[in-house]
């Protein structure tokens, strides 16, 4: 049984360009949430999807935007990127988090530089 | 509103002494709590959950905590540190009604050989 998976693994972008992350959940998982984690910090959380609706965010810009699809899976997007948004942003899934918290994985991130 | 207080950014433990990290949490409701670990350059496993029932919990690799709801408290521990334990360790609480995780600041724990 794969775990949470995420693509790519690394990602350079420079400022202003958009970038779209991917997430595929765990088997049997329906919700899926997304963290930012810049250096040296815990991460943060940035929305939640479940039933390919965002069901709960974070204190996230609108730059920040996600998608999921009938199959589960999800995109997470960022426009107009800054410098700041350099982090290792993390999915995680869930089994209808809303009724099983407890039952939330991570994948391995992906690392995202903006120069 | 919840949040997690992690004692401690860096502990350093000799190998073969005790590992105890810290964490203190505040949540209105009874919450779920959780210590996750982090290898350089890799995700958050999953070490150990608190949901309900027995406090004291155990989890992989030797590590145990105990939720102690008067102290607000769910310290990780673990008898004897070993070498392959150096990683980033991070509480987080979540309560019961979908809302997110709130995670810790990080402990990072170095084992001296």
Known sequence: ??????SPTHLIKTRGQQVTLRCSPKSGHDTVSWYQQALGQGPQFIFQYYEEEERQRGNFPDRFS??????????????????????????????????YPETQYFGPGTRLLVL | AQSVTQLGSHVSVSEGALVLLRCNYSSSVPPYLFWYVQYP???????????????LVKGINGFEAEFKKSE??????????????????FCA??????NQFYFGTGTSLTVIP
Request: charged fraction near 15%; include cysteine; proline fraction near 3%.
């Open chain 1, 1 to 6: 049984d794969a775990g949470v998976t995420q």
């Open chain 1, 66 to 99: 996600g998608h999921q699809f009938p199959n589960y899976s999800s995109e997470l997007n960022v426009n107009a990127l800054l410098l700041g948004d350099s982090a290792l942003y993390l999915c995680a899934s869930s089994l209808d988090y809303s009724r």
């Open chain 2, 41 to 55: 350059n890799q995700g958050l496993q999953l070490l150990l959950k608190y949901t309900t029932g027995a406090t």
């Open chain 2, 72 to 89: 607000t408290s769910f310290h990780l521990t673990k008898p004897s540190a070993h070498m392959s334990d150096a990683a980033e360790y």
């Open chain 2, 93 to 98: 609480v979540s309560d019961r009604t979908g």
